[in-house]
């Protein structure tokens, strides 16, 4: 009986296409869904016809590997945005706490493996330094993300004092380097070990699901009695600890730290999060989706490597597919949320 | 009946915004199972009134009784510990949820995997909303996952109801339910109201709308530039008058159980130092 009620929303949506209710959800939603995955199979498709030696297990790996530390940031960036917040300081967070590590491991006496706990502790610091400007002096969470991404990235760069740190033992790398049976990269292993519990979290806690109302209807959550400043502090938190985690595997990877690692990383985590379908505007989280936009994102930046492109040109292709994708969305009707 | 018999009792409550008063001296009851309509101009102080009850704003002056004990209502986590749920024009739901998701917001069940895990039991909050809409507001929700924001205002309506028969309301306020709704769906709600009463619930209903006042409330309360003018019970007051009394041709029409007030000997009341008794 409830089924043949018209529907308030159907009115508004009947204008497009895309917007056509199936299977109880707008095309669009259904599109979004599966978008980057349809993406990586395209992609995948194209490579394969341009080079024979793209589809290898080398370069798979390769590709899964670079993906992983955005993975990583990814997760935590779907929860911050998920919650109607902005996390513009995950590329200074992840260049600190590898400098963090960096630093104790080659200055301090400190044991490796409590240095690696420590860089994930710095990590939640600097989040926490994020959640207090946002929750206690309610500063917009980008305005507050921005400054902090300007002083965490100066702080890097006046402690490095433009020096380079290389050479690290195969603890402080074991994240970045180690490989399960010699095959299996433990920072894929990671990476999806984060998204396997973003995952839970998000759909089965009431960290997900407060996460969710606060950025569906803020407002609504207040009424709910839900604590909506202390989950803003966790989300940050969250994502400070995985920027540790993902700097710590970068330090692995890359063997070396300087002034200016990290940049440029909080767009290609913002990009990776949008490509998977979570919506900007909050309430609407896709773990999957991220975890499936940092590997398209992955699959570009080597594609544009095996081709023989150059590095800075790298960086203008970069900004025009992550444009091009967001536009195929607006105009898909990309609206899984009621306006407001 | 053992519980005594009104549940929330309002008295000379007065409140004001810099040198406006937005509340003059108003007494306010409520008995259980009934349902009461609060109507006026814009302006008349009906929002006060009920921000007041659900501690949004404090009142300046007056008494405040809960099942006949004093109470200090200050914030909306006071009213909630009382079970005074409100319903807002615009709906106090998160669109982007689905049903069960909606009637547990912040009161999820959970369940313990390997004894520390502290999980949503999503399953068990979608039986027990789906049961919950389906008998005591007599809506079938079986199967429907979508977004709230995809359906019907009457079927948010009936979700934000659940809401507050999960959380054992003993009074629901509504703020206009029927003002964005269909003909067919008004009479859904009027009859989820009636449900309401049946189950011993008080409620509030603020409306614009006398048709659907009468059609659903016990008594009407009509409030004048923060005053309370009217206080009648439905069968001894025409919709003529209920708005004679909220454009103020008419003065004051005040009737108690025990039957009418005369204006003149209210007027002394106020006169005087003692506040009104109030019903």
């Known amino acids: 009986m409830a089924t043949d009620v018209p529907r308030a929303a159907d009115r508004r949506l009947r204008r497009r296409p895309f917007d056509r209710v199936v299977g109880q959800r707008p095309v669009s939603y259904w599109l979004t869904l599966l978008g980057p995955w349809i993406g990586i199979l395209v992609f995948g498709v194209f490579m394969v016809f341009m080079r024979d030696d793209w589809l290898t297990v080398v370069n798979m790996r390769n590709i899964l590997i670079q993906a992983s530390v955005f993975m990583v940031l990814a997760v935590g960036m779907t929860f911050v945005i998920t919650g109607g917040g902005i996390d513009l300081s995950v590329g200074a967070m992840t260049g600190a706490t590898a400098l963090t590590l960096a630093w104790l491991v080659k200055f301090t006496a400190i044991p490796e493996v409590l240095a690696i706990f420590a860089a994930f502790g710095v990590g939640v610091l600097l989040g926490t330094i994020n959640g207090l400007l946002v929750t206690r002096l309610k500063m917009p969470d980008f305005i507050a993300t921005l400054a902090t991404w300007i002083t965490f990235g100066g702080v890097v760069l006046v402690v490095i004092e433009g020096h380079t740190l290389f050479r690290f033992s195969d603890t402080v790398r074991f994240l970045g380097r180690y490989r399960l049976f010699d095959q299996i990269p433990m920072a894929v292993i990671v990476a999806a ?86 919506a900007l505007y909050g309430g609407v989280p896709r773990i999957w989706g991220s975890i499936g936009g940092a590997l398209l994102l992955g699959m570009m930046a080597n594609a544009l490597t095996y081709l023989g492109i150059h590095y800075f040109v790298q960086y203008v292709f970069s900004g025009i597919i992550i444009v091009l994708i967001v536009l195929v969305y607006s105009l898909l009707g990309y609206r899984q949320r009621p306006e407001g | 009946m053992a519980s005594p018999p009104v549940l929330l009792e309002l008295s000379g409550i007065t409140k004001r915004f810099g040198g406006v008063r937005a509340l003059d001296d108003v007494d306010f009851a409520i008995e259980p199972g009934e349902v009461v309509a609060l109507v006026g101009e814009n302006g008349a102080g009906k929002s006060t009134l009920i921000k007041v009850i659900t501690g949004i704003y404090p009142p300046d002056g007056g008494t405040i009784r809960y099942r006949g004990e004093p109470v200090e209502i200050r914030s909306r ?10 319903l807002y024009q615009e709906l106090s739901l998160v669109g982007v949820m689905n049903a069960y998701q909606n009637v547990f917001l912040g009161k999820e069940l959970t369940k313990r995997y390997l004894g520390f895990i502290e999980l949503l039991d999503n399953e068990r909050m979608r039986i027990e909303a789906e049961r919950i809409l389906l008998e005591q507001l007599g809506m079938d929700f079986k199967g429907r996952w979508e977004p709230i924001f995809l359906m019907s205002g009457g079927q948010q309506q009936a979700i934000a109801l659940a809401r507050a ?37 008080a409620v509030i209903v603020i409306s614009h709308n006398l048709e659907h006042v009468f059609a659903v409330a016990d008594r009407l309360v009509v409030v004048r530039r923060g005053r309370k003018v009217g206080d009648v019970p439905k069968d001894q007051i025409t919709p003529e008058e209920a708005i004679a009394l909220m454009v103020g041709r008419l003065q004051e029409k005040l009737v108690t159980r025990e039957g009418p007030v005369p204006a003149s000997s209210r007027e002394e009341a106020h006169r005087g130092d003692g506040r009104p008794e109030s019903r």
């Open chain 1, 193 to 278: 070990l984060v998204a396997v519990v973003g995952y839970v979290l998000m759909t089965r806690s009431r960290f997900g699901r407060y996460t969710i109302a606060i950025g569906g209807n803020r407002k609504a959550a207040v009424e709910a009695g839900i604590p909506v400043e202390r989950y803003k502090m966790f989300h940050y938190m969250f994502m400070g600890l995985l920027a540790g985690v993902a700097g710590v595997i970068m330090l692995g990877r890359l063997n070396a730290v300087h002034g200016l690692v990290g940049e440029g990383y909080e767009i290609h985590t913002i990009a990776a999060v949008i490509i998977g379908g979570t």
């Open chain 2, 77 to 86: 986590r006071d009213s909630q510990q009382l079970g005074i749920e409100v």
């Open chain 2, 165 to 201: 028969i999960y959380a054992e309301a003993s009074l629901v306020i509504l703020d206009e339910p029927m003002a964005s709704l269909g003909v067919e769906e008004v009479e859904r709600t009027i009859a989820i109201i009636q449900r309401l009463r049946g189950a011993g619930v």
